[in-house]
């Protein structure tokens, strides 16, 4: 196995080979064990510069990247649309260009535009981190959900994975849909027909409008939120519509004749995509999605760094 | 490309076993001491100095672990391409211990500068001390010797040391290989 991812940007899991995940997990390995010991911090990245920069709201994310940043040593700087100049009127390019003067090494980006970080590395000069780009991808997410199936059933491969929720507007599903499809595990998505994208099929992965089916089909279920800030129009009658069909509850997981590890990739709507005894029993592994997403992220900068010449 | 025999199994054998005896010489009991085998090629060391203490001195107890530098190294984003970890197992806290750092070549002195940095990450240590089987004397980059010396061997920048284990090189020999 190489010891070098193939790309210099982490833009999407579509532009991944299966190796470069492989390498990532086991990198992402080591990093597990270094934030477990009581000082949690590596030197590695001390001369590296990385800047935050989100364009969208987000804590865990953000929280998530800049932990893992700390913890490699590398200098941070922190940026949020609300407060800078892009309410000035200032283009990507110059708001990026002007931050890459002050010798910055790596962008991790988050826009509510798709293709964002795309065509922001074929104008700047520096490694660039997609942490989310409107509903196109959110590669990160994908990588630590696929982490976190590999920790707690043994591999990816051969598993039946059912994302479920609003796939239309969610760049976590896109990206779980490469990356599982990469790595060799079974998709489908279900929830509303109106919340599914036309010609989802084309990219290899089933659909199912019954939960219950597809609870009963899968070894994994990722509970997707209903992102109504997206939601320009009416996708379903009402919220308690959308619960009596989609929604999660302990009584339906009992049901199911076996037992399925349920995630989430928060933040959670207690009541509407999952209740809360299903969110904190010991069939949700959503805590440690958030714990390996720090070591997942922590592999990625630090492959990417690696290949950041001096 | 020429290769000489340094050591055979039978002198291996015989410098482990001093070796060993130098460790129970300064650690008697091994009460506060821990043992930690260098990432990648110092566990196989370690791992020896390990049984021979076992067997022949009967200390059952000892703490070992090994340490992975991958991290520290101060040559991140100089060479080629980057270097592979491998797997930390330190499973106690060094805290006020006696810590014997366990290699098979001692070269540059560089992974060592790496490893006294990387084990601070497990606490504070009382002391830490240097068993290497090869000291490749001459050749140091920075102020770095051994406290427990298996054998000194003069040899020039081109040239390798390669130490191979029965274990997982199919023989106990250490190489001098020239281009």
Redesign the interface.
Known sequence: MSSELSVKHLLGIKYLQKEDIELIFKTADHFKEVINRPIKKVPSLRDITIANLFFENSTRTRLSFELAEKRLSADVINFSAASSSVKKGETLIDTVNNILSMKVDMVVMRHPNPGAGIFLSKHVNASIVNAGDGAHEHPTQALLDSYSIRERLGEVAGKKVVIVGDILHSRVALSNIFALKLQGAEVKVCGPKTLIPKHIESLGVGVETNLKAALEWCDVANMLRVQNERMDISYFPSTREYVKQFGLNLPLLESLKKEIVIMHPGPINRGVEITSDVADSDHAIILDQVQNGVAVRMAVIYLLAAKIKQ | MSRKVLLDSNQIHIILHRLACQLVENHTDFKDTVLIGIQPRGIFVAKRIEEILKQEYGLTDLRTGQL?I????DD???GE????????RIDF?VEDKRVVFIDDVLYTGRSIRAAL??I????RPREIELLSLIDRRFSRHLPIQPDYNGRQVDAINEEKVKVSWQENDGEDAVYLISK
Do not use: H, M, V, W
């Open positions: 992975d991958t991290f520290y190294r991140f984003r100089r391409k980057p270097l592979e970890a491998n797997k930390t806290i940095t990387a601070q990450s497990f606490g």
